[in-house]
């Protein structure tokens, strides 16, 4: 399998998203697959780390900015502006990723970006057979087969629901956070926590442009907070380094870790965390760790506010107005009623550690079929349907090429779903729909069509898509089955003949078929 993930990090940016995509990145190649990043050289760039950890990477160049205003961004979802993340227009990082790559194609594209949406996505579509994207603003459409929002909502399952398709699979929640192995192993051999703090890990990401953790750092240099120790985490990026490690030295039981490998290590050592309230966020709730959490982007509002309100975290404030003096009244609050610590500690069940595993098994394998639910469809499942009537590959195995439109199908859709001649059995998963089969009875028997979902091709999906379907349509009837298949389709032919169908009929004629009847 080979992968390509488009990605970024800057002194703008950060490096949350690079990090990320490298525990996923890391993850798929220990599994065999042929990893490739897509970046630009943009200041505070983290091409020389993917180096480091043994990546190839397609560097993009500088470009003139030229706004194109192709963006879909909803200004209403996020008052921050993302278009100016890239560097340059949509169409010249579009075109800038195709020249780099030149005639390579691949299984995945994964883009984790929020200077990206479908525009671009479309482009990229030629050198890809899938396309995964990674977001959590929900502010933008997207053209993919697989969308990943690792962070928390209550509403969750209805965030993308104008943004995308009903047929992409969606990874939603804290479930699928990419989080390192080390957390999962670190997670078995957790130290019980008594809520008592005498221990503090301090981490702001990769940049932290704004030196909030000087800022924490201050803090804790008031005499009533002296006694703690203190782990400070920053990245190699941190424009901040001179001054921090001044800090540091001049604070009694404080350490300086930069851009370190054991991150999960020193997290389950510390009794209380402060930091930003990005990815590293799931990281904390992954080891039980208490934090007092400072938003430091737009997109963190929401989901730490969430967290707030069920006791799992301790916001106290964006990177822009908190204080010295906000910190140190947390930190000491924290200290004097430390026995709700333990009382408020977050929930080991809302991020095991093992979201990677889960994201890498859906990239490689899509989902197993005994995950799967099956029922009938209904008229809440006709643009679904429609969807997958107008897929290019659907429509290039139908007998009838041309796209279907909407109100012709919204009729046809109808007539089917209350037609006593007709079972429309849909296939679902926790990750969404998979496929369909279509059951048209006449006299003494049934004829059989089916589709796979894009999201779900590649997997050799179909054959146990077509006999658990069959298993319900027949425990609803007893009728002889038949299916009318082009020659050309072979993957089709060879799923009804694994299914024991027999060829009892070939026309060898323009509009050719095979005709298969149940045995």
Same mark, same amino acid.
């Given at each position: ?61 500088? +470009? ?202 020193? #997290? ?14 799931? +990281? ?94 209904? #008229? ?59 059951? +048209? ?79």
């Amino acid at each position: 399998m080979k992968v390509l993930f488009r990605t970024d990090a800057s002194l703008q940016i950060g490096s949350g998203h690079i990090m990320r995509c490298l525990t996923l990145a890391e993850s798929l190649r220990q599994i065999g697959a042929e990893v490739m990043f897509a970046c630009r050289r943009l200041p505070g760039n983290l091409v020389g780390l993917l180096f480091e950890k043994g990546f190839e990477v397609y560097q993009l160049p500088m +470009e003139n900015f030229e706004p194109q205003g192709h963006c879909t961004a909803k200004p209403r979802v996020t008052v921050e502006d993302y278009s100016d993340w890239l560097g340059c227009s949509q169409d010249q990082d579009a075109q800038a990723t195709l020249k780099a790559i030149g005639k390579a194609q691949f299984d995945w594209l994964i883009v984790d970006h929020y200077g990206l949406d479908e525009y671009w996505e479309r482009q990229l579509r030629p050198i890809t057979k899938k396309l995964m994207v990674i977001d959590d603003l929900a502010n933008r459409a997207h053209d993919c087969e697989l969308l990943l929002d690792q962070n928390y909502f209550v509403n969750a399952t209805s965030r993308y629901d104008e943004l995308i398709p009903p047929s992409p699979s969606r990874l939603l929640g804290p479930k699928y956070a990419l989080l390192r192995p080390e957390f999962a192993e670190a997670q078995k051999q957790l130290r019980p926590r008594t809520g008592k703090v005498q221990r503090i890990f301090v981490f702001f990401g990769g940049t932290d442009t704004d030196n909030l953790t000087g800022l924490t750092l201050e803090s804790l240099s008031d005499p009533t907070l002296e006694h703690l120790e203190v782990d400070v985490v920053i990245g190699i990026n941190n424009p901040h380094k001179d001054k921090i490690t001044a800090q540091v030295a001049q604070r009694p039981r404080t350490k300086l870790h930069v851009q370190i490998a054991n991150i999960a290590s020193l #997290m389950a050592q510390a009794d209380l965390a402060i930091g930003a309230g990005g990815s590293t966020t799931w +990281e904390r709730l992954s080891l039980q760790l208490p934090s007092i959490t400072v938003t430091i982007a737009e997109n963190q509002h929401s989901f730490t506010e969430e967290l707030h309100e069920q006791g799992l975290i301790e916001r106290i404030g964006d990177g822009h107005s908190v204080t010295v003096e906000n910190l140190r009244q947390a930190l000491q609050g924290y200290l004097c009623s430390y026995s709700n610590l333990s009382e408020g500690s977050p929930q080991p069940e809302l991020v095991d550690g093992k979201g990677t595993a889960r994201v890498t098994y859906c990239l490689c394998k899509g989902i197993s079929p005994k995950d799967w639910l099956i029922r009938q469809a209904t #008229m809440a499942d006709c643009a679904l349907y429609w969807h997958w009537a107008n897929d290019p590959v659907v429509r290039q195995q139908a007998f009838s090429k041309e796209q279907i439109q909407w109100e012709d199908h919204v009729s046809w859709f109808e007539e089917k779903v209350h037609d006593e001649k007709t079972m429309l059995v849909l296939v679902v998963s926790q990750l969404g729909p998979v496929g369909q089969v279509r059951f +048209e009875y006449f006299q003494q028997q049934a004829k059989i069509s089916y589709s796979i979902g894009r999201a779900m091709r590649g997997f050799g999906l179909a054959k146990h898509l077509m006999k658990q379907a069959i298993a319900f349509f027949q425990s609803h009837h007893s009728l002889g089955l038949y299916a009318e298949v082009k020659p050309t389709n072979l993957k089709s032919v060879k799923v009804f003949e694994e299914l024991n169908f027999e060829d009892v009929f070939t026309r060898m004629m323009e509009g050719t078929f095979v005709f298969f009847d149940y045995l």
